[in-house]
Nanobody, 116 residues
Framework: QVSLVESVGGLVQPGGSLRLSCVVS????????MGWYRQAPGKQRELVAT???????NYATSVKGRFTISRDNAKNTVFLQMNSLKPEDTAVYYC??????????WGQGTQVPVSS
């Protein structure tokens, strides 16, 4: 089993920045991909960014150049640095882990409202 615990989000003004973190525990050795997803009100959950064990990253077109995903393997933590935030980035952000058997684990989600 794998457990994911996200940091608390919070209100951010347009143009502002926020860094989310997600601490992973449990059968960490089985995880090969970590990621962040988000779900805006009335919309489906969507991919934000992923990072593999080898460090390869993938981003949604809407966040490329503004968001950066990274990981600290020594601390079993994955980060999402979000810059130049826009109101349309408002969503609940979820940490995600996928293991070598393609089973997916989710964090509890953290709210990130972007508003003036």
């Amino acid at each position: 089993q794998v457990s994911l615990v996200e940091s608390v989000g919070g209100l951010v003004q347009p143009g502002g920045s926020l860094r989310l973190s997600c601490v992973v525990s449990g059968r960490i050795s089985s995880i090969n991909i970590m990621g962040w997803y988000r779900q805006a009100p009335g919309k489906q959950r969507e991919l934000v960014a992923t990072i593999t064990n080898g460090g390869s990253t993938n981003y949604a077109t809407s966040v490329k150049g503004r968001f950066t995903i990274s990981r600290d393997n020594a601390k079993n933590t994955v980060f999402l640095q979000m810059n130049s935030l826009k109101p349309e980035d408002t969503a609940v952000y979820y940490c995600n882990a996928q293991n070598i058997w393609s089973y997916t684990f989710w964090g509890q989600g953290t709210q990130v409202p972007v508003s003036s």
